[in-house]
């Protein structure tokens, strides 16, 4: 199974910039990696910190980050976030949970991203694919991404929690796909309790 790194993860990587990681990965949200690189790379060009983004007209925000998905939406509430952090965090990105969600456009996916991203702290970020597979797995039976986190928070060993999202969201893309899943020739084929799975036909 081909693994590509999230954009995400590289910009952490790469920089070490918890402004550029809070951004990128409100602009990832339903946005294929492809896209939010390039969008992210136009918008740090033009407002390489929170100061410049907040001062930056909500219409170029737009323009900037277009074709990522509902760009117009995430163009205001980026600004609204660079406002924010300029007039309530002094111009720092808050390490907690409970205050990044009170950003416009911040759920508890994208907060628990950038808690582990940004600044190395566990978190379990539940997206689609998390909260699909583990349910499938039947590792936990729940009905929507908060209550997969609920669960895997009480569960799951806290050394796992940082890692969980990076390997599912790969292996989900790659080979627990949504539709017509490789059930074939996985390696955990013998382990899976395969609920509510439709295998592909070969």
């Given at each position: 199974m081909k693994y590509r790194v999230p954009v995400v993860?590289?910009?952490g990587v790469q920089s070490r910039d918890s402004y550029r990681v809070l951004i990128a990965?409100?602009?990832?949200?339903?946005?294929?990696?492809e896209v939010t690189a390039e969008a992210s790379t136009r918008l740090f060009n033009r407002a390489p910190d929170?100061?410049?983004?907040?001062k930056m007209p909500t219409a170029e925000i737009g323009d900037l980050i277009f074709p990522v998905g509902f760009y117009k939406t995430k163009a205001v509430h980026l600004q609204q976030t660079a406002r924010m952090l300029k007039d309530i965090y002094?111009?720092?990105?808050?390490d907690s949970i409970e205050e990044l969600v009170?950003?416009?456009g911040v759920g508890r996916k994208t907060a628990n991203l950038v808690l582990t991203v940004a600044f190395d702290k566990p978190a379990i970020c539940v997206d689609t694919h998390v909260h699909r597979i583990m349910n499938i797995w039947g590792y936990v039976k729940t009905k929507s991404p908060l209550e997969t986190e609920m669960?895997?928070?009480?569960k799951l060993p806290k050394k796992y929690w940082k890692k969980v999202n990076r390997v599912l969201v790969a292996f989900g893309q790659g080979k627990c796909k949504p539709v017509a899943p490789h059930c074939d020739d996985c390696i955990l084929e013998s382990d899976c309790a395969k609920i509510?799975?439709?295998p592909r036909k070969i």
């Open positions: 993860d590289l910009i990965t409100i602009l990832s949200s339903r946005t294929k990696d929170i100061d410049s983004l907040a002094r111009g720092e990105i808050p009170n950003l416009p669960a895997l928070r009480k509510n799975v439709i």
